[in-house]
């Protein structure tokens, strides 16, 4: 099942910056994990969507603010 999904999704045709924000959303940033690895995952995975500027200035803000405050948490 993962080797058809993984096809299906290689195979289409999306083309530019919007329809990639579309399909992903913006929904990852600002998101929090639940454990440092969690939350070293998430960031690697929105760190170059904010590199492109796939993801818009403040989203990019919201995301390392809320990262930093979840790390704060996870080392009490």
Same mark, same amino acid.
């Given at each position: 099942?993962?080797?058809? #999904?993984?096809?299906? @999704? /290689? /195979? ?22 639940? #454990? ?7 960031? *690697? #995975?929105? +760190?170059?969507? @904010? +590199?492109?500027?796939?993801? /818009?200035?403040?989203? @990019?803000?919201?995301? #390392? ?5 979840? *790390? +704060?948490?996870?080392?009490?």
């Amino acid at each position: 099942m993962s080797a058809l #999904t993984l096809a299906a @999704c /290689t /195979t289409s045709d999306v083309s530019g910056v919007a329809p990639l924000r579309s399909a992903l959303g913006s929904s990852l940033p600002g998101a929090q994990g639940k #454990t440092v690895a969690d939350q070293n995952k998430i960031d *690697r #995975t929105v +760190a170059p969507g @904010c +590199a492109v500027k796939l993801y /818009t200035r403040a989203e @990019c803000d919201l995301h #390392t603010k809320a990262s930093a405050a979840r *790390r +704060a948490e996870l080392k009490s």
